[in-house]
T-cell receptor
Framework: QQQVKQSPQSLIVQKGGIPIINCAYENTAFDYFPWYQQFPGKGPALLIAIRPDVSEKKEGRFTISFNKSAKQFSLHIMDSQPGDSATYFCAARAAGNKLTFGGGTRVLVKP | EAGVTQSPTHLIKTRGQQATLRCSPISGHTSVYWYQQALGLGLQFLLWYDEGEERNRGNFPPRFSGRQFPNYSSELNVNALELEDSALYLC???WGWGGDEQYFGPGTRLTVT
């Protein structure tokens, strides 16, 4: 019940395309859902986050869509650029400030 | 503003030895978290410290332990190292008990041979 399932594992898009990464969860006690971006050799960087009482949140070219009834949320990267090529992780927070992470999606944006 | 810092960058140990990893949180943050990022296992929560106390622990054996100092920096100790402990160990910090946003450091790459 603590799992967060992330798909796809990898994604290739052309520059300007919109990569979409999906995550699903079971635990209804999760109360905060962040997304992280990780480049090789670096730690994860907080990108954007949402709470379950909000259906959509935009920050720059990044948008989270949240469907509480379906227990699913997704990240859209608008007008993707080669510099967005990285691994993206969704996460969900339960009691005790523990973040449970999805398995990650490797995104490649071709020029 | 300086981010979360971790030392050392790389650490090579032999099976059975002990490893000590260090973390300095963002200035003003009182909570420190430790995560393990192992190949094939993803990011897994290890420990949470706030105000010098252990507040939560992930599903790891007792040989993984740590502490938080009065200046909020933290140390992770791994005793009796096993080969499968080889991983990137990430430290994160947040504003405190109710702090939503966890900011990660660059990690310490631990290799056990």
């Amino acid at each position: 019940q603590q799992q967060v399932k992330q798909s796809p594992q990898s994604l290739i898009v052309q520059k300007g395309g919109i990569p979409i990464i999906n995550c699903a969860y079971e635990n209804t006690a999760f109360d905060y859902f962040p997304w992280y971006q990780q480049f090789p050799g670096k730690g994860p960087a907080l990108l954007i986050a949402i709470r379950p009482d909000v259906s959509e949140k935009k920050e720059g070219r990044f948008t989270i869509s949240f469907n509480k009834s379906a227990k699913q949320f997704s990240l859209h990267i608008m007008d993707s650029q080669p510099g967005d090529s990285a691994t993206y992780f969704c996460a969900a927070r339960a009691a005790g400030n523990k973040l449970t992470f999805g398995g990650g999606t490797r995104v490649l944006v071709k020029p | 503003e300086a981010g979360v810092t971790q030392s050392p960058t790389h650490l090579i140990k032999t099976r059975g030895q002990q490893a000590t990893l260090r973390c300095s949180p963002i200035s003003g943050h009182t909570s420190v978290y430790w995560y393990q990022q192992a190949l094939g296992l993803g990011l897994q929560f290890l420990l949470w410290y706030d105000e010098g106390e252990e507040r939560n622990r992930g599903n790891f054996p007792p040989r993984f332990s740590g502490r938080q100092f009065p200046n909020y920096s933290s140390e992770l100790n791994v005793n009796a190292l096993e080969l499968e402990d080889s991983a990137l160990y990430l430290c994160a910090s947040s504003w405190g008990w109710g702090g939503d946003e966890q900011y990660f450091g660059p990690g310490t790459r631990l290799t056990v041979t």
